[in-house]
């Protein structure tokens, strides 16, 4: 255990300068005006480590009101520190803390998020190691795209903070995919691991499930599955397989969910990339569109993310296209579908896999993290 928290901890301080050539170029082809965010790129993160006391302190001894969330392995405490800045503190909870799978997943998010710095993704302001494990972030006044999107106690996002969101994490996710120092594949991408600040800017969170995959590898076998049931790309689901199209199907699930603000799975079991794909296809768009909006939107915005989500949930990985690509028919000025055709006994999948009604019927939603968290 030792080892492994130290190997964490090496990986932290070895915070070099990261490339960001292919995160330039992308941006390059794009309007200035909408990457501008992307300026203060080559900043070092810096995280502190905390003493126990400065944290039990700021959440007033760690109490149940102070409980903003529960996920597969620990609870999201709010608090406040003495100069006044309001942080979030995740603590690895105690069931947890002997199983050392979930000590490993714990201390593989300080390493990952040590390492990044992006406008759209959660910076780790620090770490305390002291009486158990416990990561401290910034707070998130607004929470997750999950709860805003889902609270009907809440008015109904507007368009333009759907289209905020949408790119922003579009943004953050081509960061780690293309701008960091060594490739990241989150892995659970989905709403409840977006957080929002207080103006909507949306912040990709969240690192347990994080991998690092050396460069030269193209895919990675990973077993256990793990992930959440409505995200999960078909390669992984059937093959454990993971690289960066796996997150790529998961963000095409989360754009359809800002769209039509559906959950990914609904009650009857249905996946909300099976319901929207035939709309897709069809061009049907006007059943797509969340009833919310009205026709609050602008329709090139919605084209063009419409069209972005139905490339991103490919059943079939190869055609699915790359963050950058993704970003690139996000800002375009038309939809070019004669460049993403495919050929139609790819369409479906049946070339590399099954469709996705028999994975439905296979997956036994149990080993999954629950979409409730
Ligand atoms: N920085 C934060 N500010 C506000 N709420 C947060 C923050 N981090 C996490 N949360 C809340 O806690 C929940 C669980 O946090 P998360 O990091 O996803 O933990 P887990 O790995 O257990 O899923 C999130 O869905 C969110 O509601
Ligand atoms: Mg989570």
Request: with cysteine; hydrophobic share 40%; net charge negative.
């Amino acid at each position: 255990m030792k080892f492994m928290r130290s190997t964490s901890l090496k990986r932290l301080f070895s915070i070099k300068r990261r490339r960001f050539d292919e995160e330039m170029a992308v941006m390059g082809r794009c309007d200035s005006s909408k990457v501008s965010d992307f300026q203060d790129f080559f900043q070092k993160p810096t995280w502190k480590c905390f003493s126990f006391d400065e944290i039990f302190e700021a959440t007033d001894g760690f109490i149940a009101e102070n409980v903003v969330g529960r996920g597969g392995y620990a609870e999201v405490y709010r608090g406040k520190l003495r100069t006044g800045e309001a942080i979030a503190v995740k603590r690895l909870t105690k069931a947890c803390a002997d199983d050392e799978r979930k000590e490993k997943e714990f201390l593989t998010e300080i390493g990952t998020m040590g390492h990044v710095c992006h406008p759209n993704v959660s910076s780790l302001l620090g770490c305390c190691l002291d009486n158990g494990l416990y990561l401290i972030f910034q707070f998130s006044v607004r929470g997750s795209v999950a709860s805003v999107l889902h609270d009907d106690k809440l008015p109904p996002i507007d368009w333009k903070t759907r289209y905020k969101i949408a790119v922003g994490t579009a943004k953050g996710l081509h960061y780690l995919h293309k701008g960091c120092q060594r490739r990241i594949i989150h892995r659970d991408i989905k709403a409840p691991n977006i957080l929002l600040t207080d103006d909507f800017e949306p912040q990709i969170s969240d690192f347990g499930l994080a991998k690092w995959l050396p460069s030269q590898w193209t895919h990675h076998s990973i077993v256990p599955i793990e992930g959440t049931f409505g995200y999960l790309a078909p390669e992984y689901f059937m093959h454990g397989i993971v690289d960066e199209k796996t997150d790529v199907f998961a963000f095409g699930v989360f754009v359809l969910e800002i769209i039509s603000g559906r959950k990914p799975v609904y009650e009857t079991h249905q996946c909300l990339h099976s319901w929207a794909r035939p709309l897709l296809n069809q061009g049907d768009l006007d059943k797509l569109i969340d009833p919310k909006l009205a026709d609050k939107f602008d329709a090139v915005q919605m084209r063009n993310l419409a069209f972005a989500a139905s490339l991103c949930i490919r059943v079939s990985a190869a055609w699915r296209p790359t963050m950058s690509e993704v970003l690139e028919v996000i800002f375009g000025d038309c939809v070019d579908e004669e460049r993403w055709k495919m050929p139609e006994e790819e369409e479906d999948g049946r070339g590399e896999f099954w469709g996705f009604e028999d994975l439905e019927s296979e997956c036994d939603s149990s080993i999954f993290t629950e979409l409730s968290e």
